[in-house]
């Protein structure tokens, strides 16, 4: 690591907040538009109220009973959660259409001023992926003539040993192919406080001072050297732009399940993405990724809290993007995203099980932000980013809820006698009843508000020949949009059941942890995904009972929730099969553009990557390190330093890896002795390391026998 650049990264008070000292914008006109808010917000309010009053008239055609006054509750409640999204995605779609009009903005070759480090946290990932991406980066950047203004930094929280010695044979072998024109440094920490949060903290307390701006990668990342630069050309142009965050691109899905990620997010996204972008304007979000931040915005006013209580609510800020957008508007800076800007990639998990996984931990982190939403300070379109973040969790079960209560609803009226006089002085009848034919222009309503962004973002896909061409033409894009349409339905209720699954376990205080995600293949065994499934199966069987129970009617209007959870074990399988992706693959469905024409940076990294195998392949065993002056030597310089130990605090896995080292006789002994979490310990700490050293090896003390023996 270069020399370190201390710096303050104070904790932000959300309980306390002077507007006073509220940094002034050096351009008064770089602030939001009301018209626009005005516009989302106000159709967005309009529509709700249409749908809410036709809901009443639907139920209230006599006098509202409980149980339906809890079905127009939570029908107002999911249906404001589309109506947003629904209505910003017109004027998304307005804006992408436009955009097809406009020249685009000239490209300047000016150097750049400001240093930049692209920050790259890793944990427990496949380091020749991680080092091949940013060999691809540095050279698309080098080769626009721009290296001198970024330096690379993998910020390693690796936990498991054999991992991290992959990561110093890939970085050797980086600097070894490209250390010429840029640089890339390593630091990994001993103890993963706060998760990625933390990792990047400390770098940023350590040495991020030294630079203007830091661009965020995740491990999947990948951009183009244009889009970088860009990045930081704009933040060198806008000196209120505190954060600029691209719209990624999914890429590389082999299964069906990351296809029809990537497929949604390549064909739909644009519209979502430039409708939220086009009314936020200033304040806009932070994904964690993939985008830029200036220094000085992120060590003044985003150090993240520590949240009251435990575990899984209290503690380290899980969900940190969010919380630090919406500290670095509150200080005063701008917030943007840069729907205009292609060029940035990301990969998505290979099936449902991995969804799950990562959904698990993300509703965790997002279910924390209710300790945050009310921070002093904090704007009001800020609040309205994360009530989204957590509404993506909630909505799951208040789906959930609406679909029983709509049963039970149902149920009532077909087998509970009705109640006629419910008022002792009562001279009329109160009838139950429902208004069907505007219970289902209402449902007509609701799906094309649901099914809107869809059909825009199809629509504008239409407008530009060259990705409609490379996606399939006009019938291939139809038909791949049918495919997810169907499939999208079947997994949904699987989500939700997921969804509902995480929500409760956070509610019963379980906490998640952090776990590594898997990013290729998604195949699990069968008995695997009937255990994950097996409580989604029983769900589905449930309600058809239920509803089979009512009419087939009822069953048939309910099929398509019933089927999915019913087939979820099928469903998960297939979804996540490399062979069924490739299937799906040669039919020509959920093809996106860049699996037809590659984007030049992927196949960099792909020429690359072989490299980066082969040097991990030939990684050292830690047996060899130790039992080689010159491997230690190079070990230890890229061992980050020890924090002073105050004196009566013994870390108890050092202290245990040392004494079993102290009864160990030889290198390989040691080392054996250890498990997994005491040789990243061993790995990290020079003392212990220098104890193990002491020891002869197994092939020494042999020769010394036979020596021995035959001196005898």
């Keep these: 690591m270069p020399p370190e650049h201390p710096a303050d990264m104070p904790a932000q008070d959300l309980r306390r907040f002077r507007r006073k000292g509220r940094r002034r914008l050096v351009n008064p006109q770089s602030r939001s538009s009301f018209l626009k808010r005005f516009a989302v917000i106000g159709g967005t309010a309009a529509l709700l109220a249409y749908a809410a009053s036709e809901m009443y008239a639907v139920l209230a055609l006599g006098d509202l009973t409980p149980i339906e006054r809890v079905v127009l509750g939570l029908f107002i409640i999911t249906f404001a959660w589309i109506a947003l999204s629904s209505v910003a995605s017109v004027f998304g779609f307005l804006k992408l259409v436009g955009r097809r009009f406009a020249r685009p903005a000239p490209w ?12 790259m946290p890793t944990y427990n990932e496949d380091p020749s992926r991680i080092f091949a991406a940013i060999e691809a980066m540095a050279r698309d950047v080098e080769a626009l003539g721009q290296s001198h203004a970024f330096d690379w930094f993998v910020l390693a929280d690796t936990t498991d040993p054999e991992v991290v010695l992959q990561e110093e044979a890939a970085l050797l072998a980086a600097r070894e192919r490209i250390g010429g024109f840029t640089r890339v440094y390593y630091r990994r920490r001993r103890n993963n406080t706060a998760k990625k ?15 203007d701006h830091l661009l965020v990668l995740d491990a999947d990342s990948l951009m183009e050297g244009r889009t970088i630069i860009e990045l930081a050309r704009r933040m060198e142009a806008d000196p ?16 069906v399940m990351a296809r029809l990620q990537q497929f949604a997010g390549r064909v739909y996204g644009p519209v979502v993405g430039t409708g939220l972008s086009w009314w936020v304007q200033k304040e806009g979000n932070f994904w964690g990724h993939n985008a830029i931040i200036r220094t000085e915005a992120f060590l003044n006013s985003a150090g993240l809290p520590e949240l009251s209580g435990k575990p899984p609510f209290g503690g380290h800020i899980m969900s940190h993007d969010f919380v630090e957008a919406a500290l670095i508007r509150r200080a005063g800076w701008n917030v943007i995203i840069a729907d205009d800007l292609s060029g940035s990639y990301e990969e998505s998990p290979p099936s449902l099980v991995d969804l799950a996984i990562r959904d698990r931990r993300w509703c965790q982190g997002n279910l924390q932000h209710l300790k945050v939403i009310g921070g002093r300070g904090l704007h009001w379109v800020s609040r309205s980013h994360i009530l989204t973040g957590i509404m993506s969790y909630l909505a799951s079960p208040l789906w959930l809820l609406l679909i029983l209560s709509g049963l039970a609803l149902t149920l009532q009226a077909h087998y509970i006698r009705p109640e006629y006089f419910k008022d002792e002085f009562q001279l009329f009848p109160s009838w139950p009843r429902i208004d069907a034919e505007r219970a289902l222009a209402l449902f007509a309503l609701t799906m094309g508000v649901l099914f809107l962004p869809k059909v825009l973002g199809l629509l504008a896909f239409f407008f530009n020949s060259r990705d409609r061409k490379a996606a399939g033409g006009f019938l291939g894009l139809i038909l791949s949009f049918l495919f997810e349409v169907v499939v999208s339905a079947l997994v949904a209720p699987i989500m939700m059941l997921i969804q509902t699954g995480a929500v409760t376990e956070i509610v019963l205080h379980r906490d998640a942890g952090w776990k590594p995600q898997r990013r290729d293949d998604g195949g699990l065994p069968l008995s695997d995904l009937f255990v994950r499934h097996r409580w989604h199966m029983l769900a589905g069987l449930a309600l058809a009972w239920a509803a089979i129970a009512d009419s087939w009617v009822l069953f048939a209007w309910l099929s398509p929730a019933i089927l999915g959870m019913v087939f979820a074990v099928p469903i998960s399988g297939l979804t996540g099969s490399n062979a069924v992706g490739r299937f799906v693959k040669w039919l020509g469905l959920l093809r996106i553009p860049e699996e037809r024409q590659r984007p030049g ?13 082969e040097a991990v392949a030939a990684t050292p065993s830690l047996v060899d390190i130790v039992a080689d002056s010159d491997l230690l030597m190079q070990h230890l310089a890229l061992v980050d330093r020890m924090a002073p130990r105050p004196p009566g605090r013994v870390d108890p896995v050092s202290a245990l890896a040392l004494a079993k080292i102290g009864e160990a006789e030889t290198v390989e002994e040691g080392v054996s002795f250890l498990d997994a979490k005491e040789r990243a310990t061993l790995i990290a700490t020079p003392r212990i390391l220098d104890a193990l050293a002491q020891k002869p090896l197994n092939r020494q003390v042999l020769a010394e026998r036979t020596v021995a023996a035959r001196s005898a």
């Design 108 to 119: 300047s070759d000016e150097p750049l001023r400001k240093r930049t480090a692209m920050l």
């Design 197 to 211: 949060a933390g990792n990047v903290g400390d770098f940023c307390k350590r040495w991020a001072s030294a630079y």
């Design 240 to 255: 209120d732009a505190g954060l600029i965050q691209t719209i990624p691109t999914l890429v590389n899905g082999t299964t």
């Design 601 to 613: 940076i992927q196949g960099r990294m792909d020429e690359a990557r072989p490299a980066y195998v």
